[in-house]
């Protein structure tokens, strides 16, 4: 049983909830009409749109004037506690919870809020103490009970878990993840017995479902019972001699007890057997492929899958992983084809292709691919992005600023990341065309979204340093990219070219030369910059040596070269 998903179930529940009770304590408030009630929902109604605009200071002045007309109201109480959590006051919010709880005994939504309080401040008994009372209120609450069942678990009490389970049960009825969950709690207690009970109730609910008589043999061998193991697969065999988890488990039989031979000879009659599914023989390559002994194997039942089921594209799909892993790329490259070909509607395919074509640098073929998923995905953000890069690379300046606005247009607000990366290229975009206020407007925007997006802060500092503006606030934002990323050399050369505008040549000198050393000194650019920064240092007959080595890197500036000719430094 999947618990650990739970957690965050419980949590997205909480949020609609929340909401649903912040409105239900309007609607509350206006059914009644004396004059008390008026001032109240007066100040009630302004501080939830406080709240809402992010007007913290001002939502609590609001609700503490609530709070005075009506002392420890429940609503009062739940909306103080939300802006307290947003705000990471935990102990106060748990205190306004509480008595929220105290003022409406009956109210789910405020008992599951400061569970949830109580469970991130670590108060485990208390929140096990609420969810009981929550259960208690409404029994087939199964969000309360999962959570229960996941806090007694992960506390070792496995007799507590499993009546949670049991009362689970009763609310969903009788299902494969609480059964084995079940079994599970009853095995670690070495309840052998009770735990194969759990497993024979499925079986006995479900006889025509081969699959659970298997799992009660993978249970046996689990619990090193192995001729119990063996005489279910062989039951399951017996009847259909072709079910493929049945000949799996039996192959793993023969290893626990040390028979390969027998174990490969299961193996390969199942994974040759065309009358066996291709689940369970994808389930046998994931098991092969972690052995590094059988790499070859696993070609070649690849090879003979890929034969026997052309046009399945999870085949294709474990294909082009084994590929990717073993460094055949060109091979990986043609099975994400085969795949696109096969079902065009896979938007994983289509970013996969993108990526391998991103580290090729071959930016006129993610153009190409981009239009062509646009013509499955219209609306897609991220191909309009990966779009406006490609032209961007291309040239295409006018084209890309259209695309990186359509993208805008797309993002969702709450996507903070991609707002920022668009920008950011905007940005960029921008000061390829010469539009260089456009261009600082963009990369602030980036920022408002991801203070501390690196990349935007190195270019933001870049081309300030290039227009000899705002200086300092160019030293801040490097600093912060050196800072974060210590050996990157495109930072390090950002970094060392403000100080060299600043006229600060002892240090635009060591954070070069701490460039060139981290990879720099195969870039052209950054070894021009340290040719400049020796010459205005007064090491002449060295900045020409350092251009010249830029020169044969492949800088072809027509300005290095009259650098080189005239043996001095010349400003763009």
């Known amino acids: 049983m999947k618990l650990i998903r739970i957690v965050i179930l419980s949590l997205c529940v909480s949020v609609s909830l929340q909401m649903f009770a912040s409105k239900k304590a309007v609607l509350k408030h206006f059914e009644e009409v004396t004059p008390v009630d008026i001032q109240f929902n007066y100040f009630f109604d302004d501080a939830l749109r406080e709240r809402l605009a992010g007007h913290y200071d001002a939502a609590i002045d609001l609700l503490n004037n609530c709070n005075r007309i009506k002392p420890n109201d429940g609503n009062v109480m739940y909306e103080l506690s939300k802006i307290y959590v947003v705000t990471k006051q935990t102990d106060k919010a748990i205190a306004c919870l509480e008595k929220a709880t105290v003022a409406q005994p009956e109210n789910l939504w405020f008992k599951t ?139 793993k039989y023969y290893k626990a007890v040390g028979d390969t031979v027998s174990m490969m000879s299961v193996l390969d009659q199942m994974m040759r057997n065309k009358n066996v599914d291709l689940e369970p023989k994808l389930s046998v390559l994931k098991d092969l492929v972690t052995r590094p002994s059988e790499m070859q194997k696993v070609e070649g039942y690849l090879s003979s899958l890929l034969e026997m089921y052309p046009e399945e594209e999870s085949l294709h799909n474990y294909n082009y992983l084994f590929l990717m892993m073993r460094q055949k790329n060109e091979a990986a490259e043609n099975e994400l084809k085969i795949m696109l070909d096969l079902n065009p509607q896979n938007k994983v395919t289509w970013m996969r292709m993108i990526d391998m074509k991103l580290k090729q640098e071959n930016f006129p073929a993610i153009d190409s691919l981009c239009s062509k998923a646009l013509g499955y995905f219209a609306d897609d953000v991220d191909f309009y992005f990966y779009k406006a890069i490609a032209l961007y690379q291309s040239g295409k300046y006018k084209e890309a600023i259209l695309h990186c606005n359509k993208a805008l247009q797309l993002v969702p607000d709450e996507n903070i990341v991609m707002r920022s990366q668009i920008y950011t290229q905007l940005g960029d975009t921008y000061y390829k065309l010469g539009m260089k206020d456009s261009t600082f407007v963009a990369y602030t925007q980036s920022l408002k979204y991801q203070p501390n997006n690196i990349g935007t802060l190195n270019n933001y500092a870049y081309y300030l340093s290039l227009e000899k503006r705002e200086l300092q606030k160019a030293e801040s934002m490097s600093a912060k990219t050196v800072a974060a990323e210590p050996t990157n050399a495109t930072y390090l050369d950002t970094y060392a070219w403000i100080f060299f505008v600043e006229g600060n040549y002892s240090l635009a000198k060591i954070y070069e030369k701490q460039a060139i050393d981290n990879g720099g000194d195969k870039s052209p650019e950054v070894l021009e910059h340290y040719g400049d920064i020796l010459f205005m240092a007064g090491e002449k007959e060295e900045a020409l040596v350092w251009w010249q080595k830029a020169v044969n890197a492949g800088n072809t500036s027509p300005l290095l070269k009259k650098k080189i000719e005239t043996k001095s430094y010349l400003e763009k």
């Open 113 to 251: 809020a400061l569970a949830e309080q109580y469970l991130s401040s670590q108060k485990i008994d208390k929140a096990v103490e609420v969810y009981n009372a929550i259960v208690k209120i409404d029994p087939e609450n199964d969000e309360a009970l999962m959570m229960l069942i996941n806090i007694y678990s992960q506390s070792e009490k496995y007799t507590e878990a499993i009546g949670a389970l049991n009362m689970l049960e009763k609310v969903q009825g009788m299902n494969q993840d609480i059964t084995m969950e079940k079994a599970r709690l009853y095995f670690i207690q070495n309840q052998n017995k009770k735990g194969i009970a759990e497993i024979d109730k499925l079986v006995k609910t479900y006889p025509n479902e081969a699959k659970y008589q298997v799992l009660r043999g993978d249970i046996y061998l689990d619990q090193k019972m192995q001729k119990e193991a063996l005489a279910c697969y062989q039951q399951v065999l017996n009847n259909d001699p072709n079910n493929g988890d049945a000949l799996f488990s039996l192959s």
